[in-house]
């Protein structure tokens, strides 16, 4: 797939992702390659919390344990985001806590291997609002 393809049309606020790095990496949720790329942490919107349906909220032992990982093994699977055309950023579709472990190493001054610095690797959601 090439990146030239994902341009994202919304005005001022066009997406080319030709100007990130990719890789592929395995996708948790679909369970096969995607393309990843290397999204800047502060471009990406979550809203501080986890949408995902539980019932005690992420538990911070699960974060704990992706920074310790991040830290060792460096990030092995991407996150999920959806680019947000009128706000003008990328909004955080899965992977809060993985999410919440990079902000952490980030904030903690840790070298991730495979990674690079402020960013985290990303893939595009491409599935309708029942998928999410």
């Known amino acids: 797939m090439s990146a030239k393809l994902k341009v994202v049309k919304g005005g ?6 030709s100007q990130y790095k990719r890789k592929n990496m395995k996708c948790p949720f679909k369970e096969e390659k995607v ?3 290397a999204i800047p942490v502060d471009r990406i919107y979550h809203g501080g ?3 995902a349906r ?8 699960n974060v704990s344990q992706l920074l310790t990982s991040l830290s060792t093994v460096g990030q092995d699977e991407p996150v ?3 680019w947000n055309t009128s706000m003008g950023r990328f909004d955080l579709v899965f992977g809060f806590n993985r999410i919440r472990a990079i902000g952490m190493a980030i904030n903690m001054g ?13 893939y595009m959601f491409t599935g309708s609002v ?3």
């Open 12 to 17: 001022k606020n066009m997406l080319n992702l």
């Open 35 to 37: 393309v990843a790329y």
């Open 49 to 51: 919390h986890n949408p």
């Open 54 to 61: 539980r019932k005690k909220g992420t538990q911070q032992s």
């Open 80 to 82: 999920c985001v959806e």
């Open 110 to 122: 840790y070298q991730i291997p495979n990674g690079l610095d402020g960013h985290i690797w990303a």
């Open 130 to 132: 029942a998928d999410r």
